[in-house]
Each structure stands twice: as C-alpha cells, then as structure tokens.
C-alpha cells in the first residue's frame, strides 16, 4: 500500500484541493461514495463487495457542510504533523485531542463524528487510517498456531513462534500487521473462531496441534489487523480459510465482513476481505442434524435474516437455503451449545467432520 | 286524572297570577335578588359594570347622531363613596326622554328589534343609576346640552323603587362647556380592585372602536389614559330586519300567526318574514303540504297488454252520454294517462277534468261533476284497483285478476320500486315478499289517494321490513329501507289542496309545528347583513395597531352567516410580537357588538375555541397542543348580531352557538394563516442570518487551516462567500386560493430566471407567464428578470388544495433558496 510520506502527501493533496477551490472562487466541497448498502458492487476482479458509482458530496454551502470540513482541515493538520513526527494516537485520543485545539466549531461532538472523519479521509485519500497512525482502541485478537514469524515492533525486531512461544493466550495481534514478516509454518489451514470460550476449548483440547490449525480468535466483529492477517494468511501462506461462528443472524454478518468486506469499510475490501473463506458452521442444518439445544428467534433475529436475504453479500445459493432454513425451523444456536454432545464433541467429531466435507482435511 | 287535566287548563291563569305577585316584589328587592345577573355582585365589579354600562349608552347615542364619538370617563373618591362622571358628545337629551333612558328597569325598545346595538336588554344603565341611588342614596346627576342650544339642562334623578317610577327632583338651567353632550355622574360604594379589569375595558373598548376618543381618570393614575382615534370613519348605520323564517321557534311562531293581520300563509310568510317572497313562500307551502296533507303515491297506469283497461273502465262510467261523446272521453283519458310513466289520483282527477272540457266543447255535451267523479273513481279503479263505491263489488267480480284474485294490481309496481331500490344482493323471493307486504300496507292507507306523509311511509316501509323479516327471515336493512322510503317519496306528488288559512294553524298547535318543520326544511337566503355593522378587517387591524406595538398585525372578517334566524359576522385580529410580554400565554381580546367582554373569560366560547385549535401549526408555542397558547400575541375576536348569545344578562361570556363557534374559528384561523406565514418567513430570515453567521466565521478560520497546511498564502475566499450567501431565494405564499411565488435577488447581479410550477389543478388569474394543461398537470412558467437586490411576486389562483412543485432555472443551483 502506501508509504508514510505518501500518507502525509495524500493528505496535503487534499488541502490543497480544499485551497484551490477556495482561490476560484467556488465553495470548497468533498465527495464520497455513498456509504450505504444499496451502494456496494461486487467487484469481478478481485471477488469481493466495493462501493459502486453512487456519491455523496460534503459542501460548505451548508452550516453542518462548512463545519466537517472545518473540522476535516484541523484533522489533516494534525495527521500530517504525526506522521512528521513519527508519532501514532488511537481514534479515541483525535477525539480528546480535538479539545485542545484553538477553534471551538472544529472539536469533535462525539467519537463517532471524529471515526466517521477519518474514515471519510481514507476514502478520499485512497491511504489507510494505519498509514496515518491511527489505531483503534482494541487491538487485534490472538492467533494459536505452527507459525513462526517477526514482528517491527517499537522496541525493535522480535521473533515470535505462535505455538511454542506463547502462553495460553496465543499470539497478539498487532494495531498493523504489515510489520509482520512470517518466517516459517507447518499450518494446513486458518480457522477462524468467533467467541473467545470457543477457542479457548479448541486451545485446551490441542486442536491446533492435532490438526496443524492456525486459531484466529474473531471476538465478535473482527478488528481490521484480524481481517488484514486473515488475508495475509491466505494470500501469502496459500492456507484455505474457514469460520467458526455462532448460527444466528448477526454471526453471518461476521463471516461476512471478514468474507466479502463490510459496509463501512467497503473501500478497504480489497486489502481486509478474503473471498475465499468459507463458512464451516453452525449452519441453520447443523441445528436439525446434531439437533442441538436452540433458542427460538427473536423479530429482530428475523428482520436481521430477512434484510441479510436482500443484502447483496449473501445472494448466493448457499445462504439463500441456509437462510430460508433457518426461517423455517425458526431457531438458533450458539457454538458453545456442542457441548451438549460432551466437551470433545466439537474437537473430535464437529469439526473434523464438518472440515472433511469441506476437503480442507 | 280529572285534577291533572284541570291543571293543564288553567295553566296560563296560573302564570299570570304569578306575575302580578312577580311585579308586587319592590324594584330594589328585584334588584337585591338578581345583581349578580346583572353585574353588580361587588363593589369593585359594580364600578367596571357601571363604567360599561353608561360607555356603551354614550357611543350608541353618539354614533346615532352620526357624530365621532369623545367620551370622558372620571372616577374619584368622596368620602366613603366614589363618583363616577360619564361625559360624551351626543345629542343630548330632552326631559321627556330622561326617565325612560334612565330611570326604568327593563325598559327599552331594543328588546324586540333585530337589530346590533350595545345595549341589547335595555337592563345596563338604569341598573347602574339605581344602583348607585340604593348604595349612596344620591340621586343621578345628569347634565344635557341638545345641539345648538346656548345653556345646558341640569337633571336630578331618582328612582321610586316602590313603583320603579323615575322621580326628576331637580330642574335647572346651567353652563356646560361641551357644545352638546350628556353627562351623568354617580356616586356609589365601590373599590378600584377591579381597577386592571377597568382598564381592560377602557383599552378594548378604544381597540374595536377605532373611531372613538376616549379619556379616563381614575385617582390610581398619575396621568389620564387617553385613547386617540385611529379612523373618522363611523361605523355603517344598521337598519332593523324581520324575523327570519329559520330563526322563530314555535312559541314565537304561534304569536305571530294569532297577531298577523294576513289571512293566507303565503302572505303571511311574504309580510311577516324577511327573505320570503312569492316564490320562498310557494316552496314553503308545498313543504307544507308535505307533512301537513302528506303526499299522494303515483303507480303505473295499466299498459296494453294489462287486462285492467282504462278506456272501457271510463266508457262504463259515463251514462246517457251517447255513443260518440262517450268514446271520445273515454279515449281521450286513456292517451293522456297512457303518456304519463305513474299517475296520482289527483293527476287523474285533473286530466279527467281537462279532457271532460275538450270533449265538452267539442260534441255539446255536459260533463258535470258527478260524471266526472265517477270517471275518475273508475279509472282510478283501473289504475290501482280500489276507489269509488264499487270497490266491493269491483273486487268480487274478479275481473281484474282471473288468475289469483287474492294479487292487488300495486303489487308489480311495488315490486318494480322495491327492486330497483335494494339494487341486486337480495333474492327474488325476497323482493316479492317485502313488495307484497308493503303493497298491502299501501292499501290499508285511508281514502283512495294514498296519501302518506314521510314519516308514515317510512314507518310502513319499516313495519314492511320486519314482516318480510319474521315471515320470510330475509332482512332488508337500514340502507335498503331508506332507499325504498325515498323511491317512493320521490315518486310521490304534492297534493294540489290548499293550505288551511293562517287563523285555524294558530289555533292547531300541530298544524303550527308543520309550518314551523317546512319553513325550517325549505332554503332560504340569509338574512341580510345590513343590520350589521362588522368593524372591517381593515378598522379591526387599525385598532390593534393603535393600542398594541407589535411587530405583526392581520385580521380577518367573515362573511354573515345565521344562528337562530339571528345574522352574525365574526371578526377576528392578531397581533404579534414587538412590545407584547412573551412570557406569558396571550391576551385575548373578546367583544360582543363592539362592546368588550371583560369577566368570565373561562366561559366563554370564544375562549372554548381559541383553546381548541392547534396553534402549534401557527407557529405559536401551546404546552400539550391543547388550551390556551403562550407567546407574546393577542387574539382579538368580535361577534356582530342582531342577537348575541350570551351565557348571562350580565353578558360577560358568549354561550357555545354551534354555528357561532364555527365561524369564529375560521375568522381566527384565518388570521392565524397570516401570522404563520409571516413567523415562518421571519424564522428562515433567522435561519439564514444564522447560516450566515456561522458560515461566515467557520470559512475564514477553514481557509487560515488549508493555507497553513499547505504552506500557501490565505486565498482570497471572498468569492465563495459571495456564491454562498448571495444566493436568489424563491419563496411559496399560499393564502386560500391565492399562491403567491416570491423571488428575491440577494445577489449583485441581475438574474433572468425560468420559473415552472407544477400544480395538480387548473390555474386561474396568472400574474403574466403561461400555463400549459399537460394531462391533468399544469405547468405555469414566468421568466422574470429580477434586478439585483430587488424581488418580484408571481401570483395565480388555485381551487382545492392542489400539490406544487416549483422548479427554477437560469440561477446556478447553489445560488438558489427554494422554500416550497
């Protein structure tokens, strides 16, 4: 992707867009994609879902125009002096940080204004919040697994093996984990584990080991580092990806995001998603077949199932059965609900059967 | 039983023997009894009803004389008494007036004339002069100087409350320096606690009455309140009207018919009512006739193939005629009655009559009345099987229906009218059977004409309906009974009978009530409204502008319109903003007859509906939607009648008229139409002054931030300043049926613009531009030039409340402010 001082330029390119526009005499104005769910397009190329055509322009024309953009200025100002200086802040400092700054109109309102702005300032700018040394407040999840690999870190080069130098915890994911270089692995493929109960029974009972699986922890809506080493993973390492999530609505949505990209960061799919990850369960079918313990839907469950039937993302045959299934027996599980077969089940029999059908072992 | 009915007879002795022992009560008990009826149930109240009382004397007599009334109102304090001093620049008044204007309770002329005046009962000023004689025990003073007269009159009066006999007990001449006039003083135990409500009313008072100087003097003023006039336009003059015919209840009804000196209905209508000519007079009488006579049913008279034959029915009537006459008449009724779809027994007797008189003329032969009768009874036999003597032997000869003799000839025709009126959901059996029970329930109508009045045929429909339910367990609802009543109804004729005279109705309670429903059902003008003197829109504006600084004013007068027989206009003003208190919720002005209502606000109607409409939609703030809305505003409403309403004689709160409220909502509505479109334009004045405020600040600092960023000079940001607050805005105005399109041009330039408005119903009186019907969608279009800082409006007329949708071109579209 870009460099720093490409990170830094980008963002005087757009100052200066804002200056010229200003010097002839017109009102200085932004545009973006629409960031709505109408407006992604799945892109041929590269397999995953992007923003289409349709934009949205931020004008000074108005009262609430003209103080985005007042604030989108003060934001640029201090990114570039960052990365001037070497310096990285988290999205929750800008935001705090915005209090100090001489101009009243320019503070942010709420956090959310001030992640909306640095979102709208990647797309605009084509660079990452990571090249502008920006961090989220969580970092990334855990990786268990038969990788070696070195990580920049601040205080220099480490090289970490993610097996047999870790703690129960696994290895931490980094804020960027394009500082990671990996070195070697014995990996046959990546799985992927929404709740951090899951994986802490796949850790206990060695199904890494036993099977040469890299256990990423997802924890609920992955962080961008999770997503971004996902597809490093695959593209680099050449490892089939697969994701182990609840069976309910919002879980799909989670494979989702880190299959086709999600909506807000749609102009990123192409560097976070991993088209080819694929959705190993719990499957509606699963529910009926190891007839697991279930809990009935809820409205908003059923809203979630039906608005995800019109979302582009899951317009596939398999979704649209595993979706109307679910539908029909009107039930859902959580992972965890295995345990109703023993605490081995998922470990000896779930999952090595469910990863047979799939020919990833 | 016997002693109840002997009750009933002597009832009216019985009344009347109570009010002689009514009038036996001294006038000062009578007083004493009723003064919070009449405004004087305190000290503080009694001042203010007193003040009220003899202003409103001084502007009626004044504006009688056609003089600009200057009245001058003083309050002081002697000893344990106040003294009230009422000057006005009248006619004055002569010794021979003075008892009856002052001095006799419930005296007056005003009582029973339709007319607006302020002084409505004749109660007011006598009650204030004898109230101030039963608390100070002084005489009235009263000072009169009748035009071009060198020395004034000076009166003491006082009132006999044995006899409720005015006494003057003095008589003198004197100097008065007013060149003609009245001037009455009072002394009175009083309080000024009431001393807000006084001003209140001396305020309000000069508000609806823009031509009126008023001065006031209470000892609580440093200086005297002085109220200028604001127009010399006196109000127009109303004349008195007759009652009109919606207006009169039964009672009063009774009266008239037993003192009018008509002897037919119609001239009594025509002389007694206004608005009813001969023609009014003719549609009430045949209404008349409706409930009184009731109608006569028509049926359909036999056609050819029907074995019932009107010809040879009235060829065997007819006697000793000869052959040839005899034909010709029988013939002659047949055509005639074979041209009409149904026929009623009177239609009957008149074509009889008609022909009889042809063939008369033509052969020689006398047709008398006998004749006739019998050729009308045998046709009529024909046409519905019944009439005449012979009905019995007609039907055992079994003539008319070889087949079932038992079927009555109605039946078909009932049948046909049943059918159609309950359309097609009901089976054919059911039909047969409602049209079988009604057709006998026809028959068993009294006389050969069927005569129904409404409320019977609905009754016999309805008595039909519950047979053929019972019997046949098929129902014929409510819609379909209605429908039925009005096939017939309609179907049915006026009966050609005169009306009784106008002596034997007053002497039939029920005939008189049968009068009373036709004139009440038939159509008739409004009164006429020149016995109102509205205070126009313009005056009612003026008045508001006059004692209230505010920033906004409108008004609204409505047309007249009828409660009771009684006309009444309603007017209502708003004033809005400048020096009106915010804080609290507005004022609301209330007058009666240009007289202000100033005591019982809560009960009032005017209050009922002011708190009933949502002035949230009018820009006004009201907690809950609902009651008394809040903002610096007054709401100002009069209601002109010849009658007004009150819930009280005090008259301090109007009673909730129906029609009254309507129209006093739609006169406020009305003029709050106004105020909101004058809040809303000023509000988007805020919103834009704001936006420029604001975009002023955050532009300036935004350009210091991209030049320091990007290490440029500050650009000169002066021209998107100019493109974002320069800008041309288009504005929509809609005021009833008239769209006004503003078009302002902030800009520094001149804009030639192309303005289209599409609206979903035809437009009318364009302001220029053009309009093309594009399938029921109309596209006006103007293409004004607007010089720089200037504005045009383009207006048209729209029925109906149509959709718009304005597109405007010429203009770069960020320059542009569309508020549609």
Redesign the interface.
């Known amino acids: 992707m870009t460099t720093e001082s490409d990170a830094r330029d980008e963002l005087i390119d757009l100052a200066a867009d804002f200056y010229d526009q200003f010097a002839a005499g017109s009102i200085p104005e932004m545009t973006l994609p629409t960031r709505t769910k109408s407006n992604i397009e799945y892109d041929e190329e590269s397999g995953v879902w992007t923003y289409g055509d349709r934009t949205s322009t931020r004008s000074a024309n108005s009262v609430r125009g003209a103080r985005k953009l007042l604030k989108a200025a003060y934001t640029i100002e201090f990114l570039a002096n960052q990365l001037d200086d070497d310096r990285s802040s988290t999205l929750r400092e800008l935001y705090y940080l915005s209090e100090s700054w001489d101009n009243d109109e320019a503070q942010f309102n709420s956090q959310d204004e001030s992640n909306d702005l640095v979102e709208d300032l990647e797309i605009v700018t084509g660079v990452t919040r990571e090249d502008f040394h920006m961090r989220p407040e969580e970092s990334g999840a855990k990786v268990m697994g038969p990788l070696l690999l070195r990580e920049q870190t601040n205080r220099g080069e480490r090289e970490i093996h993610c097996q047999l130098d870790v703690g129960q915890g696994g290895y931490q994911i980094p804020n960027n984990p394009d500082t990671i270089e990996f070195l070697d692995n014995d990996a046959e493929f990546v799985l992927c584990v929404e709740t951090g109960g899951m994986r802490d029974r796949l850790v206990e009972n060695g199904f890494d080991e036993a099977h040469d699986a890299l256990v990423v922890h997802l924890g609920g809506q992955p962080a961008r580092a999770t997503r971004r080493l996902t597809k490093r993973f695959r593209d680099e390492l050449d490892l089939p990806v697969v994701v182990f999530t609840d069976g309910d609505p919002w879980s799909y949505r989670i494979y989702g995001s880190v299959a086709y990209g999600s909506i807000k960061s749609a102009h990123l799919s192409k560097y976070l998603a991993t088209p080819e990850a694929r959705f190993i369960g719990i499957q509606p079918e699963d529910i009926v077949e190891y007839d697991l313990p279930s809990d009935p839907l809820s409205d908003s469950d059923i809203n979630a199932l039906e608005s995800e039937l019109e979302d582009p993302r899951f317009q596939t045959d398999y979704w649209e059965e595993q979706i109307e299934l679910q539908l029909d027996i009107g039930k859902k599980s959580e992972q965890q609900s295995l345990a109703s077969r023993g605490l081995d089940f998922v470990t000896d029999t779930y999952l090595p059967e469910r990863l047979g059908e799939m020919g990833v072992i | 039983m016997t002693s109840f009915q002997s009750t009933i007879g002597d009832e009216e002795g019985i009344a009347e023997e109570l009010a002689e022992g009514q009038r036996e009560i001294s006038i000062a008990e009578f007083f004493e009894k009723n003064k919070h009826m009449l405004g004087f149930d305190s000290g503080a109240r009694g001042l203010v009803t007193a003040v009220k009382e003899a202003v409103d004397n001084a502007l009626d007599a004044t504006e009688e004389a056609g003089v600009l009334p200057d009245i001058y109102i003083e309050i002081e304090e002697v000893g344990d008494y106040y003294r009230l001093v009422i000057e006005d620049n009248g006619p004055g008044i002569t010794k021979e007036q003075l008892p009856k204007v002052f001095g006799k309770l419930l005296y007056g002329s005003r009582f029973h004339a339709r007319e607006q005046s302020r002084g409505q009962q004749g109660i007011g000023i006598s009650a204030a002069v004898l109230y101030s004689q039963l608390t100070s025990g002084q005489p009235a003073k009263i000072t009169s100087r009748p035009k071009g007269q060198s020395r004034a009159q000076y009166f003491e009066l006082i009132i006999d409350t044995d006899t409720n006999e005015p006494e003057i007990q003095a008589d003198e001449e004197t100097t008065w320096d007013r060149p003609h006039g009245t001037r009455i003083e009072l002394e009175m135990e009083a309080n000024m606690r009431a001393r807000q409500q006084l001003h209140d009313y001396v305020k309000h008072t000069a508000v609806v009455n823009p031509h009126a100087r008023l001065e006031l003097r209470e000892p609580g003023l440093d200086e005297p309140m002085k109220f200028e006039r604001a127009t010399d336009e006196l109000p127009a003059e109303t004349e008195e009207i007759r009652p009109h015919p919606h207006g009169v209840e039964l009672g009063t009804l009774i009266k008239m018919l037993e003192a009018t000196e008509s002897y037919s209905v119609s001239g009594f209508l025509q002389e007694e009512f206004t608005r009813v000519g001969k023609k009014t007079a003719d549609s009430v009488i045949d209404n008349f006739r409706d409930v009184y006579y009731g109608r006569e049913l028509s049926w359909s008279p036999p056609r050819a193939h029907d074995d019932r034959d009107i010809a040879s029915a009235v060829s065997e009537a007819v006697a000793n005629k000869g052959a040839e006459a005899t034909t010709a008449f029988a013939a002659g009724v047949a055509e005639t009655v074979g041209n009409n779809d149904r026929i009623t027994r009177s239609e009957l007797a008149d074509i009889v009559d008609n022909v009889a008189e042809t063939v008369e003329d033509d052969t020689g032969k006398t047709f008398g009345g006998t004749v006739r009768e019998n050729a009308v009874d045998a046709g009529w036999r024909a046409v519905t099987g019944r009439g005449g003597a012979d009905e019995e032997a007609a039907a055992s000869s079994g003539d008319g229906g070889a087949d079932d003799p038992e079927e009555s000839p109605l039946v078909p025709d009932v049948y046909a009218l049943v059918d159609e009126a309950t359309s097609t959901r009901k089976d054919d059996a059911a039909v047969q059977a409602m049209a079988e029970a009604l057709a006998r329930r026809f028959e068993n109508l009294d006389g050969d004409a069927f005569r129904t009045t409404r409320d019977d045929l609905e009754r016999r429909v309805a008595d039909a309906a519950s047979f053929v339910a019972e019997q046949h367990d098929a129902t014929v609802g409510e819609t379909a009974r209605e429908n039925v009543v009005a096939a017939f109804w309609s179907r049915a004729r006026t009966v050609p009978d005169d009306p009784p005279k106008v002596k034997s109705i007053a002497g039939d309670r029920d005939a008189a009530a049968d009068l009373l429903e036709a004139m009440r059902t038939t159509d008739i003008l409004a009164p006429p409204t020149g016995c109102l003197a509205p205070i126009t829109a313009e005056l009612v504006e003026a008045g508001l502008r006059k004692e209230y600084d505010a920033d906004f004013y409108a008004a609204a007068t409505r047309d007249a319109e009828v409660h009771g027989g009684d006309p009444f206009i309603v007017e209502a003003g708003i004033a809005y903003g400048g020096e009106i208190p915010a804080e609290a919720s507005v004022e609301l002005l209330r007058f009666a007859n240009r007289v202000p209502l100033v005591y019982q606000r809560g009960a009032c109607a005017t209050t009922d509906v002011i708190k009933q409409i949502g002035w949230r939609n009018y820009g006004l703030d009201q907690p809950g939607g609902s009651g008394m809305p809040n903002g610096p505003a007054v709401i100002s409403i009069h209601v002109a009648s010849t009658n007004v309403p009150f819930t009280s004689e005090s008259k301090d709160a109007l009673a909730n008229v129906p029609e009254i409220e309507d129209e006093i909502e739609l006169a406020v509505r009305e003029a709050a139409r106004e105020l909101e479109s004058f809040l809303s334009k000023r509000r988007s004045m805020q919103q834009r002054r ?2 420029q405020d ?2 002023g ?3 300036p ?3 210091d ?6 290490g ?1 000079p500050r ?6 300043l ?3 607050m320069n800008n041309v805005s288009v504005e929509r105005e809609v005021n009833g049926e008239a769209v006004t399109l503003t078009v302002e041009n902030h800009s520094d330039v001149n804009e030639e613009l192309e303005i289209t408005d599409i609206v979903s119903a035809e437009p009318t009186d364009l302001s220029d531009g053009t309009v093309v019907d594009m399938d029921g969608e109309w596209f006006v279009q103007w293409k004004p030039e607007v010089p720089s800082g200037d504005e045009r409006e383009l207006t048209y007329a729209v029925d109906g409340d149509p959709e718009f949708e304005v597109s405007v071109g010429g203009v770069e579209t ?1 320059k542009l402010t569309v508020n549609d």
């Open positions: 704001e936006k604001v975009l600040r955050i532009l600092e935004m350009a931030k991209v030049s320091e960023v990007t440029r650009p000169d940001i002066d021209g998107a100019a493109r974002i960020e």
